[in-house]
């Protein structure tokens, strides 16, 4: 899933090539991904693109005639073309969901791999009119995020850390792969609770949300879309690798499963080198 950094490359990269154009042709090949119908998709068609924004992990191309909001879920992705192929959008299993052509020819495909179908696009005159929007909570990164807005945030909740990072709610844009590396960085247990952490561990948790933020935007920073996946998994240090070696200490990272995802940690960086239950407590961490 395309996470803070990667969202905010997008976002770059669509400000330097979308900025200024106007949308000749935009056409869905998955109904379901459209979550609005007022206004029609069609009515951005003539529209230019005056900025790109991010919202948490939403893409938001703002026109005159609307905003074209995308979130790309967990499977999907941005697939910019210079020229657009010119085979008719047909509905059907492909991954692609929309394709948006300029008045130049280029633009981009919306794809999405796999059956679960999550990608979700809105047309809207207002943003807090996208639900997902309309309860995000801080941007962690944000210049003006201070660490006493994070102990706010964390006190008295007796929520575990792992939990906390990606809910949307609560901070914006940090999801299943960097609150990995967060707590990595951190050397903290993603079943600790946020509650009970001291005030030093708090200064610790928050120095490497925003370290870890900082690096990876940098790396993502002026790459085209087709080279962030692949930019994103070498930067990881344990999240993607478990049975590997941790970089730090040399443990090897482990992994719990519960629900619908998996996470990773180094036992001997997070947990005083002791195996994290994967099972009852792992429900606890949503």
Known sequence: MPEMPEVQA???FLGEHAVGRAVASIRLASISALKTFDPPISSLEGAVVERVERHGKFLDLVTPAGHLVFHLARAGWLRWYDAVP???????RSPLALRLRFDDGSGFDLTEAGTKK???VYVVRETSEVPGIARLGPDPSAPDFTLDDFAAILAGRRTQVKGLLRDQSVFAGIGNAYSDEIL???RMSPYALAAKLTPEQVDTLYRAMRDTLAEARAAAAGRPPAD???????GMQVHGRTGEACPVCGDTVRQVIFADSTFQY???CQTG???LADRVLSRLVK
Request: proline share 14%; net charge positive; aromatic share 0%.
């Open 10 to 12: 997008l976002v770059d």
């Open 86 to 92: 010119t085979t008719p959008v047909k509905p059907g």
């Open 118 to 120: 999550s990608l979700a």
């Open 184 to 186: 990595h960085a951190a």
């Open 228 to 234: 962030l996946k692949d930019a994103k998994r070498r």
């Open 266 to 268: 180094c036992p001997t």
């Open 273 to 275: 080198g002791k195996p």
